[in-house]
Structures are given as C-alpha cells and as structure tokens.
C-alpha cells in the first residue's frame, strides 16, 4: 500500500511539472527596421497592417508564420519576406524579429510570471488592435531605436526626474543626484543630451556624459551629445574617454 501512495504522488507531481512546462506563451513580433507587415500565424491571420504584433497563451511547440509587406511595384499586393516554421518554448514572454536577411530571430526570453515589456503605443501600431489603440499603457520615451527598445526609461519616469534636478539649486548636488538615477535606469542620447541641458559648467556635463555611457541603450549615437559642449577640447576627452571603453 505505501508502493502504491508513493507512486500516486510521484504520478501527481508529475503531472503538474508537465502543465507547467506546457504552459502558454506570449510572442510580440516585429521587423527589424520597424516597417509595416501582414501577418498569419497557424490558421490566424490578420488583414490590417501594422509594426508590431502580440500573440498570447502560445501552445509550446511548432507554428506556421507567415509575414509579408506591401509590394514595392504594387500596392495592392503583398511580397512575402518570411514564410517557415517557428518553435515556441513553454512558459516565457518571448521578443522576435524578422532580421535583415529575413530570418526570424528571438532577441530576448522573459519567464512569463516576470511581466512583459511594455512599448510605446503612440509609435507602435498593433496589428489586431486598430480599435483599441488604447490597449497598452502609453509612453514616450525613446523606443524607436531598436537597442532602446524595451530598456530605456519610460517618459513618466524621465519627467519626473527633470523635475527634481530642476528644483535643485546646487549643481554638484545635481550631478551626484544623476549618476545614482543613471546606476538604477538606463537612458538613450537623446535624454542624455536633455539632462546635461540642466548642467552649466562644463566639467559636470563632461562628468556626466562619461558616467553615463554604461547606462546608454544606443552608444552608437553618442556623437549627438557632441553639441552640447562649448569646448572642442571637452568633445576630444570624451571622445577619448568612449574608445578606451
């Protein structure tokens, strides 16, 4: 009899090991230059265009994607650019994106019970979602760069920051203030070019510039920042300072 318990239990815990690893997942889908497409996954596909698309509770497993993009000679058909199977794992939010060479490509895996990244619905246009543009929570910030999107810090949190290095009278304050955002969040060039706007002395904004280049989503636009020193001597130091990097 205790055979026969033992093995029940170990029947029972098995089962619930494999509804959990067969559990539904989540895809969002996107092309690499964040153009418009058409898509059809399995027997579900959607007639409105857009440049990003979600799918939820995915059985783990194969599917059948199909993505397309309006004909560059013909409007009014469609150039497929990715037809093949995919293979969904169990249990992640999972990020995609068909690639240059027109490959489908996963670029981040999340466990569903950490959340999902949110992205911006003012550029983003939801496939599957043209009446209800309101779907997502809606930020600003500085998504369009494929290695800001998801990671840079939202738009509520990066006014709200301006605002209290505002009313700030100290600038050495100031800028201690901003290298321990800057250790908890990870900025794009743009806002950075915005926060040294908030700096008068040129050290500090080179001080800054320096510390934040870590915390940068998008270092390949650095050389934006360039414009908010007055000296080219402090352009050459962090110009110095980013290829030792």
């Known amino acids: 009899m205790k055979k026969i318990n ?43 265009a857009g440049n990003i698309v979600e799918f939820d509770d995915l059985q783990p497993g194969e599917h059948n994607l ?10 009014s ?44 619905c003012g550029y983003y246009r939801y496939i599957g979602k043209k009446n209800n543009p309101d779907i997502h929570e809606h930020h600003e910030n500085d998504n369009s760069n494929p290695e800001c999107r998801n990671v840079v810090m ?11 290095i505002g009313n700030m009278n ?9 290298e321990g955002m800057l250790d908890q969040n990870t ?8 926060l040294l706007t908030f700096f008068t002395f040129e050290s500090n904004k080179l001080d800054i510039a320096k510390y934040a280049y870590t915390h ?9 920042l360039y414009n908010s020193f007055n000296f080219d001597s402090s352009v050459e130091e962090l110009k110095n300072y980013i290829s030792g990097k």
């Open 154 to 164: 939202s738009d509520k949190d990066f006014k709200a920051f301006k605002k209290s």
């Open 66 to 75: 199909i993505v397309a993009k309006s004909s560059l000679t013909d409007q």
């Open 216 to 224: 940068t989503c998008d270092k390949k636009n650095y050389y934006l």
């Open 6 to 48: 033992v093995f029940i239990i170990l029947l029972a815990l098995a089962f619930i090991a494999g509804r959990s690893f067969s559990g539904g997942s989540y895809l969002q889908l996107s092309l690499y230059d964040d153009s418009d497409f058409f898509v059809t996954l399995d027997d579900l596909a959607y007639t409105d």
């Open 170 to 178: 100290f600038e050495n304050t100031n800028v201690t203030i901003t």
């Open 77 to 120: 058909k469609t150039d497929v650019i990715y037809q093949g199977k995919i293979k969904i794992p169990a249990g992640l939010n999972i990020y995609a994106v068909i690639d240059e060479y027109n490959a489908f490509t996963i670029y981040k895996k999340v466990p569903v019970e950490k959340g999902r990244c949110k992205s911006d």
């Open 187 to 194: 900025v794009s060039t743009k806002q950075l070019a915005e």
